[in-house]
């Protein structure tokens, strides 16, 4: 059983753990999705949120459902890319935001984010903490 926080509809949740699962590659292009049934119990909630969840990655182009087959993640390179960006837009812009109310000016981040890259040791593509 999953836990879900209350600012968001559970779907949508479902929605950006997938997205979370393809960016780190741990769901890949062509890979096939749990069935509506297996999905709905491991995460522990209705199967008609699942079905909304798979409905609205459809409708994104992120998934593709064969008739008799299954929900599999698309086989569109372009279109993961461009997951990829928005993805990256969207977390970049939400932490700008989020510094700028805090009062911190665009230089101070910019060095805070030097900072912190050169202490950490910029990481290559696809390593993660």
Do not use: C, W
């Amino acid at each position: 059983m999953d836990n879900f926080h209350s600012e968001s509809p559970i779907y949508a949740q479902l929605i950006e753990r997938i997205y979370r699962q393809i960016m780190r590659n741990e769901m890949k292009a062509g890979d096939k999705l749990l069935s509506v049934r297996e999905m709905a119990i491991q995460a522990g909630v209705n199967p008609n949120t699942i079905q909304r969840t798979y409905r609205e990655l459809e409708q994104q182009g992120i998934v593709e459902t064969k008739r008799g087959q299954g929900t599999f993640i698309t086989e569109d390179e372009k279109k993961l890319s461009e997951l990829r960006e928005t993805l990256k837009d969207k977390y970049v812009s939400t932490f700008l935001k989020d510094m700028s109310e805090m009062g911190f000016t665009d230089v101070e981040i910019l060095l805070g984010l030097k900072g912190y890259l050169s202490i950490t040791g910029e990481k290559g593509e696809n390593e993660h903490d």
